[in-house]
């Protein structure tokens, strides 16, 4: 279960930001950086939460979704298209509070759901 969250936390709300699909995400450096950023910050709190989840097995699932799904967008991606709200709650922003619970801080996680919630509010306006 926590494979799939991970995954899910590290690409989804990505994804949906710029409107991408999984392969393009990976072709950028920039982008790959804070991809890897958010999967470590994920680990933090797997590990923290006894979770045995390593760092090349996080690597490897990644991949997999970038190169298997190359051209897919996530559920995200589709839900602020139509302007819906999305599981950014019930992924990144859980993450965060389970880091907050435990102590840990979760800079990348913070700001994507700070971006994401903006852009539901964006669509929520229109």
């Keep these: 279960m926590w494979e799939k969250f991970l995954v899910n936390c590290t690409y989804n709300a990505v994804s949906a930001m710029g409107q991408i699909s ?7 450096p920039q982008t790959l950086n804070l991809l890897n950023d958010l999967r470590d910050e994920c680990l933090l709190v797997a590990h923290a939460l006894a979770i045995p989840l390593s760092q090349e097995r996080a690597a490897e699932l990644n991949q997999q979704i970038a190169q298997g799904m190359a051209q897919q967008k996530s559920s995200m991606a589709q839900d ?6 999305t599981e950014i709650d019930y992924l990144n922003g859980y993450l965060v509070r389970e880091a907050q619970r435990l102590g840990l801080s979760l800079p990348k996680n913070e700001v994507v759901c700070a971006l994401i919630k903006m852009l539901e509010h964006k669509n929520n306006a229109s």
């Design 80 to 85: 602020l298209m139509k302007g819906r709200q």
């Design 22 to 28: 999984y392969g393009e995400m990976v072709k950028n």
